[in-house]
């Protein structure tokens, strides 16, 4: 039975979570868990249901990081999978690309709009946020200037080709040799997850996913702030909704371990052959390819939990080659893109945006400039995505062709 939490259902903590060393992750993350489970027990003093899921949910957690250390992988997954499962029939967890919240917002969440009665006063926002087609991009390093022969072409923006799998290392969210689609909702979120190349030569291009397409990506958006302004929902809403809220808040808190055992970062910057911080992501990945979902959807390690939605989502899609002499996924069929650009002086990304006629809108800037969710903290410091260079070249790479992939 859902009840409406005493107290905000949390702790301070920082995500993503910096650790100094390898070593230090498992120790680290059964503190947080720990400390988790009391302001669990605390906010719910009298929901002895939901304490033990979340105690379930942080157990199935610990255990896979274990079995997974003693070569017992099967085990792992398996536990990772039964987690995901218990959220896969609710829409914000798990949903088609095009109705995610990863993207769109609570515009496609009917029972939070009316609980802050923006079912009336955004309603037209919302509607069109459902409707406007979502703007991704991807970017790449290409280790030459980029003024000479041989630029890179769209081709060599798609996924690795399978007969080259060898060159596909292991990343948090993919696994050595499986080749995977990664996107992010701004050129911002491609340049941080490539730990900040030098501009001369980092290529981006701008990716749209057609209307037509049947991926379902799992999402772990989920920020403490959101988890805030659900608990405030729960307060807010009208007599009837108040239920589905205090349950949102529910799934939102009983899931959540899973957003901080997937976001640890090392300090430590030493060439480490086995990573453990991504043990997690990797079963997700896995569980996920028998669940019938496709992608996931989260939130860039690269920037403060708290300003990395909407400019830092990412999504991770494991590329399936369905016969061996396939070179790319039929996938790809799902997606158009631009020829790739070279921003190599972003100062003048800015004149150069300024001067498009007819500027087409990126769904960050078009849905989220000038609010609160703007911010982005770049080199130690605050400010508006809107007002980065960054950002113009989101709106330069929007005017340029998008073509079917070429696979």
């Known amino acids: 039975m859902c009840c409406i939490p005493n107290e905000i259902p949390l702790f301070d903590i920082s995500i993503p979570v910096p650790i100094k060393n390898d070593g230090d992750y498992y120790k680290v993350l059964s ?13 719910y003093p009298s929901n002895c249901e939901l304490v033990l899921r979340i105690h379930k949910n942080i157990e199935d957690i610990k255990n896979a990081v274990e079995e997974y250390l003693k070569n017992h992988t099967g085990e792992a997954k398996t536990l990772i999978k ?6 896969a029939d609710k829409k914000f967890f798990v949903s088609e690309f095009n109705d995610s919240y990863a993207f769109r917002g609570i515009s496609t969440q009917e029972d939070q709009q009316k609980t802050f009665g923006r079912d009336k006063t955004h309603k037209e926002h919302y509607q069109e946020m459902q409707k406007a087609p979502i703007s991704l991009f991807r970017g790449r390093i290409f280790e030459h200037d980029c003024t000479s022969i041989g630029n890179p072409t769209a081709e060599d923006m798609l996924h690795i080709p399978f007969d080259l799998r060898e060159k596909v290392a292991t990343e948090r969210y993919s696994m050595a040799g499986i080749p995977c689609l990664y996107l992010a909702t701004t050129t911002l979120g491609c340049y941080l997850e490539l730990n900040k190349p030098s501009f001369d030569e980092f290529y981006v291009s701008s990716y749209k996913v057609n209307n037509n397409n049947n991926i379902k990506l799992l999402n772990l958006c989920i920020t403490q702030s959101q988890i805030a302004a659900a608990f405030t929902g729960c307060y807010v809403a009208d007599k009837d909704d108040k239920l589905k809220e205090a349950e949102y808040l529910e799934n939102l808190i009983s899931i959540f371990p899973l957003v901080i055992a997937s976001s640890f970062v090392v300090e430590d910057k030493a060439k480490r052959s086995f ?3 991504y043990i997690i992501p990797q079963l997700i990945m896995m569980a996920i390819n028998e669940l019938g979902i496709d992608g996931v959807a989260y939130l860039s390690v690269h920037m403060s939990n708290e300003c990395a939605y909407p400019q830092c989502v990412n999504i991770a899609i494991p590329m399936i080659q369905k016969n061996p002499s396939d070179k790319y996924s039929d996938q790809l069929q799902y997606f158009t893109l631009t020829e790739p650009i070279c921003p190599i002086c972003f100062s003048k990304c800015k004149d150069l945006s300024n001067n498009i006629q007819h500027p087409t809108e990126s769904h960050v800037k078009q849905f989220y400039s000038g609010s609160p969710f703007a911010r982005i903290m770049f080199d130690g410091e605050y400010e508006c995505y809107q007002n980065s260079a960054f950002e113009s070249a989101d709106d330069i790479l929007l005017t340029k062709p998008h073509i079917p992939c070429p696979i």
């Open 31 to 43: 503190y947080i868990f720990d400390e988790y489970c009391k302001r669990i027990s605390q906010a």
């Open 82 to 87: 039964s987690l995901i499962k218990r959220y």
């Open 275 to 277: 990573k453990t911080e």
